[in-house]
């Protein structure tokens, strides 16, 4: 079981990024996936989640109306689409997964019981 969040680098505040998140040696359809990041110095704190149900997805108030969470499982690869961002959107970005619900809404970030390697995103002009 292997994850992989790629696409970070350096962006000009306003900017935007795709990160992918690309499973390998299992599928994804069944998991629910979550966006995670960590600044530094700071905690790691939840940016949005896609369910596995119905592909719901739910945002952190920091990242409502300007990023997006979807899910390709024919790819086996979830994406995080972020638009205008901002000096603190700077951090480590990790994808995880967990499958012990269908919906993400409110799921504890413990259960998320596979995490890929980050990538960093640095916003900066």
């Known amino acids: 079981v292997q994850l992989q969040a790629s696409g970070g680098g350096l962006v000009q505040p306003g900017g935007s990024l795709r990160l992918s998140c690309v499973a390998s040696?299992?599928?994804?359809?069944?998991?629910?996936i979550g966006w995670f990041r960590q600044a530094p110095g700071k905690r790691r704190e939840g940016v949005g989640c896609i369910s596995s149900s119905d592909s719901s997805t739910y945002y952190a108030e920091s990242a409502k109306g300007r990023f997006t969470i979807s899910r390709d499982n024919a790819k086996n690869t979830a994406y995080l689409q972020m638009n205008n961002l901002k000096p603190e959107d700077t951090a480590i970005y990790f994808c995880a997964i967990e499958d012990a619900y269908n919906d993400c809404f409110n799921v504890p970030e413990d259960v998320y019981e596979y995490w890929g390697h980050g990538t960093l995103v640095t916003v900066s002009s």
């Open positions: 040696g299992f599928t994804l359809d069944y998991y629910v």
